[in-house]
């Protein structure tokens, strides 16, 4: 169950047997989309593509975050992000993607 912030911990993400973005290696643990731009929740609403507000929408993957949980050592478990997909927006928002947001190369993409 994620936290107050919605974020999981290795063990319920490893649960989920999606891929996850390692902060530190800096590489996708699973490369299982040919394309994708996975996004946090936060960065989806920066760049006007929100998740829904509903609930309903899944994660497609989750983000390592190293410096996450710097308070309790409950809190220091919670360290992945959830992201979502936004591939289908990824023509309009290219020019402001970090490369840890893609999986795989835009030339993929299926037309």
Request: some cysteine.
């Amino acid at each position: 169950m994620p936290n107050n912030k919605g974020w999981f911990t290795k063990e319920e993400v490893l649960e989920t047997g999606l891929p996850y973005y390692n902060s530190i290696s800096k590489r996708w643990t699973d490369t299982p989309y040919p394309f994708a731009v996975l996004l946090t929740r936060s960065r989806c609403a920066a760049l006007k593509v929100p998740v829904l507000r509903s609930g309903r929408e899944k994660p497609s993957a989750f983000r390592h975050i190293a410096l996450a949980g710097r308070g309790t050592n409950d809190d220091k478990r919670y360290r992945y992000a959830p992201l979502y997909d936004r591939t289908d927006a990824y023509h309009l928002i290219k020019d402001q993607l970090y490369p840890h947001e893609i999986m795989g190369d835009p030339q993929d993409m299926e037309e």
